[in-house]
């Protein structure tokens, strides 16, 4: 067996091995803590979500406004802000605490204003292609009461191979006529310890 035949063996061995690598995929509940990295993860979501939702629903103020007006308030939901160090799709927080919201009947949810825009052109387009009896109306639209907003912000703090990550997620409700704050939450409950192993030589 010559040199270059060996060499060929021992590449085609080498890539059947790379080949042959197999991923292990393991379905686990949804309820299940998974923290590969110490980052913000679904968990994380789901305590910060549940206890700022139960903050807003029981506010005095959502309630005083039910009882003023005779019906629950229309809410537009604005952004969660993502001003940590980490990226992060601060998209499902505003989505998890909207859907929550409105399955509780405190409060109703009006569309974004991508989605307002999307709306308005379906409109324009079913003003000139839609029958007269189908075509939704332009200028009836409902208008929002209040407006949510918020942001999640990250305080790291790191000596050799350890770093603590600390989370705070704030919320407003902001009225939309007068600008005035009618409830704020804030939740600061994620706080992590990470420790990194030591690379051997």
């Not at 324009?124 to 292609?129: K, R, S």
């Not at 902001?174 to 704050?181: L, P």
Request: proline share 1%; glycine share 4%.
């Amino acid at each position: 067996m010559n040199k270059r035949f060996t060499f060929i063996l021992i590449i085609a061995s080498v890539f059947i091995c790379f080949s042959c690598a197999s991923t292990k995929v393991e379905r686990v509940d949804v309820n299940t803590i998974v923290d590969l990295n110490g980052y913000w993860n679904d968990t994380d979501v789901r305590i910060v979500c549940e206890s700022l939702i139960n903050d807003c629903i029981s506010s005095p103020r959502i309630s005083a406004f039910e009882a003023t007006k005779g019906r629950v308030p229309y809410v537009i939901v604005d952004r969660i802000r993502n001003e940590s160090d980490e990226h992060m799709d601060t998209e499902i927080v505003s989505n998890k605490i909207a859907l929550a919201i409105i399955n509780s009947g405190k409060m109703e949810f009006v569309s974004s204003k991508n989605q307002r825009e999307s709306l308005r052109q379906e409109k324009l387009d079913q003003a000139d292609y839609a029958s007269e009896n189908s075509a939704k109306s332009i200028g009836n639209e409902t208008a929002a009461d209040f407006m949510l907003m918020g942001s999640v912000k990250t305080i790291v703090q790191t000596s050799g191979n350890k770093s603590v990550r600390t989370y705070y997620v704030s919320i407003e409700l902001q009225d939309i006529e007068t600008n005035r704050i009618v409830w704020m939450g804030e939740n600061s409950s994620i706080k992590k310890v990470i420790t990194k192993s030591k690379s051997k030589l």
